[in-house]
């Protein structure tokens, strides 16, 4: 049995257009991938050792899963501010108030989707630069964390910029931005052996630019994909004071 997930935007009104693009890739492979897995953690997909394609974050990645996955790439994504493969998470209020004004408050409440998060919790931390939280509410998504935000429980929180293009926040701010970070990382099994990994980089590659395709990459928000090594997210650990 093998294993196939990209659950990392779970949202349904998505998964008709990831599960055309999947089939697409997995037709070009010489192996007999399977179907998109929806009821398996992603988070869980990414430590099996069958795993043919599965995408995670970029902070799990370097801190617990570096020895266990090898990176495919990344998707481009077509959302806004993103640059070949790279991304930055958009910092939102409730309120209009510039960003220094609100890290600036006595009793700033955040709220976060997950403290291993990097397009949450860490790009937060880097975002506040030394700033203090009065609290701190773990919310489980950026879908929950803009809900939050909605309710007004919370004065600012860092949302991952895709999931913010696919939820929107109507009533809510932008307030400001993240650091610039690779998009979220396609990984396979550390025992996926190199030509499968080509084979995977091909059939992604060749998938997401082939014209049929191109309605569920527009709903996806796909533009392309890029080639990555861990290599290319190890120097997120610069990041690591904040943590």
């Not at 790439?73 to 493969?85: I, N, P, Q, S």
């Not at 609290?135 to 950026?142: A, D, L, Q």
């Amino acid at each position: 049995m093998t294993v196939a997930s990209l659950a990392m935007y779970p949202f349904i009104h998505l998964r008709p257009a990831y599960e055309r693009v999947w089939d697409a890739v997995r037709s070009r492979l010489s192996i007999a991938a399977p179907a998109l897995d929806w009821d398996l953690d992603p988070h869980v997909a990414c430590r099996r050792d069958d795993l043919v394609l599965g995408q995670t974050c970029g902070w799990p990645l370097i801190t617990e899963l570096a020895d266990r996955v090898h990176v495919v790439g990344t998707f481009d994504c077509d959302v806004d501010g993103a640059v070949d493969g790279t991304y930055r998470s958009v910092l939102v209020s409730p309120t209009d108030q510039p960003l220094a004004d609100i890290l600036g408050r006595a009793d700033l409440r955040v709220v976060v989707n997950s403290p291993d998060s990097l397009s949450g919790w860490i790009s937060l931390l880097a975002a506040a630069d030394g700033a203090r939280f009065e609290s701190v509410e773990w919310t489980g998504s950026h879908a929950a964390s803009i809900e939050a935000l909605r309710d007004r429980r919370a004065h600012l929180a860092a949302i991952d910029a895709v999931s913010w293009a696919h939820l929107g926040g109507d009533g809510l701010s932008i307030v400001g931005h993240g650091p610039r970070i690779p998009c979220l990382p396609l990984v396979t099994s550390r025992s996926s052996t190199v030509t499968l990994i080509d084979e995977l980089r091909r059939a992604v590659n060749d998938s997401v630019n082939d014209p049929a395709l191109a309605d569920s990459c527009d709903t996806l928000k796909i533009r392309g994909f890029v080639v990555r090594d861990l290599a290319d997210y190890e120097g997120l650990s610069e990041l690591a004071e904040l943590w």
